[in-house]
């Protein structure tokens, strides 16, 4: 079993940056990868960006150059560094850990206004 708790939403303006925290416990040594996903309303949920435990990356085309996924000495926590935030990066945003199960966090708002 993982348990997944995220923190750092929140409102910015355009143009601005967030970074979005996830602390995983319980069975981290069998997480094979972890990243984010978001739901905005009315649409489907979608991947965001992913670490694997070798360190390889993937990003939504629409995040790509401006949003950053870590996971330092791929450890029990994974960051989501956003910037150049836009109105249509507004969503609840989701971490997640895979080990033969997917996990899920609560999820966290981010909403991006003037």
């Known amino acids: 079993q993982v348990q997944l708790v995220e923190s750092g939403g929140g409102l910015v303006q355009p143009g601005g940056s967030l970074r979005l925290s996830c602390a995983a416990s319980?069975?981290?040594?069998?997480?094979?990868?972890m990243g984010w996903y978001r739901q905005a309303p009315g649409k489907a949920r979608e991947l965001v960006a992913l670490?694997?435990?070798?360190?390889?990356?993937r990003y939504a085309d629409s995040v790509k150059g401006r949003f950053t996924v870590s996971r330092p000495n791929a450890r029990n926590t994974v960051y989501l560094e956003m910037n150049v935030l836009k109105p249509e990066d507004t969503a609840v945003y989701y971490c997640?850990?895979?080990?033969?199960?997917?996990?899920w966090g609560q999820g966290t708002q981010v909403t991006v206004s003037s």
């Open positions: 670490i694997r435990s070798g360190g390889r990356t």
């Open positions: 997640y850990a895979a080990t033969t199960t997917t996990y």
């Open positions: 319980g069975s981290i040594f069998s997480i094979d990868a």
